[in-house]
């Protein structure tokens, strides 16, 4: 991993490299041992609730929700992943191409819980999307999220300024393949504050561990940690709709 990526002409271009990245991080410490887990825990029982997975990429936690007895929706920018994610969930999977910057093709309050993991930090604008997110969940329903820890930023370019929503990109390799994530950095009170405009309440805020038999598993990548700061979990709540007089 390299910062400041030179050539960002396919940064975030899941569609050149998505194949790759979906075998990358598929067993990864990163995201089979630290996201997924973390994400299915703060979600918990999900026994026959409907819950989108907005950014589903290749589908397995949407699987993974699905073993769990929800019932499953989701959609992603790519159609390189929406393909990957219908070979592993099936043809009558509902899953679509879409743009979570753009108005969703589902029904307002369709969905007990909307998930989006490791999405809206590409973003520079959260306020549409957001606005989205609240409009389709239902009263009582939950968003849970996880995007990049806002302290990395500051770690991997000490010269840039937390407090300013700022752009900067690293260069990757999946599974032999090179490829360019572009982010967007905003320090934690702009993300809450995003969240409160937009009609949630943050219920949660959580910094994981990794799953357990991931120190057994990444002796190298953990050596002697328990914990390391990676990504930000929050789970967010629609207001209850109040009670008739």
Known sequence: MTANASDETLANDY????????????????????TRPAILDLAGDVTGRKILDAGCGAGPLSASLRDRGAHVSGFDFSATMIRLARERLGADADLRVADISQPLPYADQEFDDVISALVLHYLEDWSAPLAELRRIIRPGGRLIL?????????????????FATERWSEEYTFNGQKGVLAYWHRPLHAMTDAFTKAGFRTSVVSEPYPAAGAKEKFPEELGD??????????????PEAPEAA
């Open 15 to 34: 569609d050149t490299f998505g194949e790759a990245y979906a075998i990358e991080t598929e067993h990864s410490l990163i995201n089979a041992y630290y």
């Open 146 to 162: 996880a995007v990049n820890h806002p302290i990395l930023y500051k770690i991997v370019h000490p010269e840039g300024s937390y």
């Open 225 to 238: 940690k328990e914990a390391f700061l990676c990504f930000l979990f929050f789970v967010l709540e629609v």
